[in-house]
């Protein structure tokens, strides 16, 4: 099959009269309306782009404020998770408060109720501080980056447990230089270290067991260890460990043993924000151990 060219459209002579007539018809033919009087292209497309701009600035700051929220949730769900542990803690405080003062009362036994007041006032100040302890890490911090010591840090997160870990067959070392410190946030260290703490516990309970909290320093870095001999993680699910709402916990029986999968997502986040890393090696029935790495405090 052969295709032939086309012929040229033949042209059409305008039509024969004045010249005003020729100019107006084709006027009527080929112009497009008029721009409004003032009309401004570059303007109108900066006005545009600004408030564009300033609804993507309106979005950046809902985010924000949604990751905040999502931090805090976690904090308060990490706590949740340990609400029937302190809840214990504080019954087994109480315990003895009770006894010692329906024998000082039964028997009327005066240096027995002084005794009794005594014991009381120092049980008070045990739960007082277990209350603190608890309070401070609920609380919302400051977002100060300064020089935060690793020891006192570490020490705090286990306190934060508001139990001895002595009591679950699980023995606890903190092996820091006391003079060691990083440059992070110190809310954020304690909100991730809290969680490790957790998680550690969890994977060795009803097994004796021991959570082990080391640092060193090295060429301006500092690496903090989290090291238990626990369960472990299996290696299909080590590499999903640090995505959001992963966990191996719901079907836990216990509340301090469930998790929500959002802890460690959001402790990796969090410890990018402070120039840091964290990792995870495991083995099953042998142990974890998390790495976090962080600037060195001059």
């Known amino acids: 099959m052969s295709f032939s060219r086309a012929k040229a459209p033949t042209r059409v002579p305008p039509p024969r009269g004045d010249a005003s007539n020729v100019s107006a018809s084709a006027d009527n033919v080929s112009s497009f309306p008029a721009a409004p009087a003032g009309y401004d292209a570059i303007t109108t ?13 309106k979005l950046a700051g809902q ?13 308060l769900a990490s706590l949740g998770a340990t609400a029937a542990v302190i809840a214990h803690e504080f019954n087994n405080l109480f315990t003895p408060i009770v006894a010692y003062a329906r024998h000082a009362l039964d028997t009327n036994d005066v240096p027995l109720m002084q005794r009794a007041l005594e014991k ?84 060795m309970l009803g097994r004796r067991g021991r959570l082990t909290i080391d640092a060193a320093a090295r060429n301006g870095r500092v690496q903090i260890n989290v090291r238990d ?23 836990a029986d216990k509340p301090d043993r469930r998790g929500l999968g959002l802890g460690l997502a959001i402790c990796r986040d969090m410890i ?21 790495d962080l600037p060195q405090a001059e």
């Open 229 to 251: 001999t626990g369960c472990g993680i299996p290696p299909e699910n080590l590499e999903r460990i640090f995505e959001p709402f992963f966990t191996t916990k719901t079907g």
């Open 63 to 75: 985010i924000d404020q949604l990751h905040a929220q999502l931090r805090q949730a976690q904090k």
């Open 120 to 203: 009381t006032l120092a049980q008070v100040e045990v739960m007082r501080n277990m209350s603190d302890r608890i309070i401070g890490l609920a609380k919302q911090g400051d977002s100060a980056i300064k020089a935060v010591n690793v020891a006192q840090i570490a020490t705090n997160a286990v306190e934060c447990l508001c139990r001895d870990l002595g009591r679950d067959n699980i023995t606890l070392q903190i092996q820091i230089d006391p003079t060691l410190a990083v440059r992070a946030n110190e809310g954020s260290l304690l909100q991730v270290l809290f969680n490790l703490v957790i998680n550690a516990r969890q994977a």
């Open 272 to 292: 990018e924000e402070l120039n840091g890393t964290i990792r995870v090696t495991s083995e099953v029935n042998v142990g974890t151990t998390f790495t976090i």
């Open 45 to 57: 497309l900066t006005t545009h782009a600004d408030r564009l701009q300033s609804e993507l600035d």
